[in-house]
């Protein structure tokens, strides 16, 4: 992308937002729009590199997202003329969310590379609405109408213990860890969500925890188009929305 060097700064920022597209808010738009970025043909006749599998990972309900299999010819990299962080910066705007994004390589994951458990708890507990079979535990139990179970006989501190132990054995913290993209995404570096398996979360064992809750983040995407020839088109700067886990709950 080639910009008039006579033109003000102003000038040049607004033709740049003009070509950054915006897509839908979907995920599966974010796998659309990237469908020709890594096409099995390469430009040039290059020996073609191969995707997993025979179509693209199912975007909407199997999160967090597969790693792309990217093109490896570096005609599809976004040259270093147009790696301007700042510019890139003010052209995101308020879509740029720290917390989850990075330029560069953030510290955490040089010393936490699997990523840090999301334990938000208060005295003890997770802070959130408490499940309501945890508000049940210790109250006798029915079967029908005549068949009664008593309860837990103990004090009311003893079974708090009991609730706060249940309830959070049974809670799913997210588990976040901070990915990069490649040189195609800006930023590069996204802070992922996946849910904790390292047991059953339920009682008996069986249930794992599995994702409830995601969010996007709005990325730019280096886009390279391919005509029905193979042959590489205009390349650009495109939004795409990236989904992130956010929560996740004990499931078959």
């Known amino acids: 992308m080639l910009l008039d060097k006579s033109m003000g700064e102003s000038g040049r920022l607004l033709l740049l937002s003009f070509l950054f597209a915006h897509v839908s808010a979907s995920t599966q738009a974010y796998f659309d729009m990237l469908k020709e970025a890594d096409n099995d043909m390469d430009i040039n006749d290059v020996t073609a590199f191969q995707r997993r599998g025979t179509s693209r990972p199912a975007p909407s309900d199997k999160l967090p997202i597969m790693d792309l299999i990217e093109n490896p010819n570096a005609a599809f990299d976004p040259p270093e003329s147009e790696l301007n962080h700042m510019k890139l910066r003010k052209l995101l705007g308020d879509d740029f969310d720290p917390e989850y994004m990075g330029i560069g390589r953030p510290i955490i994951a040089v010393f936490q590379p699997n990523g840090t458990v999301s334990l938000n708890n208060r005295r003890g507990r997770p802070r959130e609405q408490r499940p309501n ?91 390279c188009p391919l005509n029905r020839k193979g042959q590489l088109l205009k390349c650009r700067w495109i939004r795409i929305q990236y989904p992130i886990i956010t929560k996740c709950s004990c499931s078959c």
């Open 133 to 223: 079979f945890v508000k049940e535990i210790g109250k006798p139990i029915r079967y029908g109408t005549h068949i009664r179970v008593p309860g837990l006989n103990m004090n009311s501190r003893a079974k708090q213990k009991v609730k706060k132990y249940i309830w959070n054995y049974t809670h799913c913290p997210v588990v976040y860890a901070w990915k990069d993209l490649g040189i195609r995404f800006w930023p590069q570096w996204i802070k992922e969500g996946h849910c904790y398996n390292g047991r059953s979360c339920s009682i008996p064992p069986g249930m794992m925890c599995r994702p409830t809750k995601s969010e996007t983040r709005t990325l730019f995407r280096w886009h």
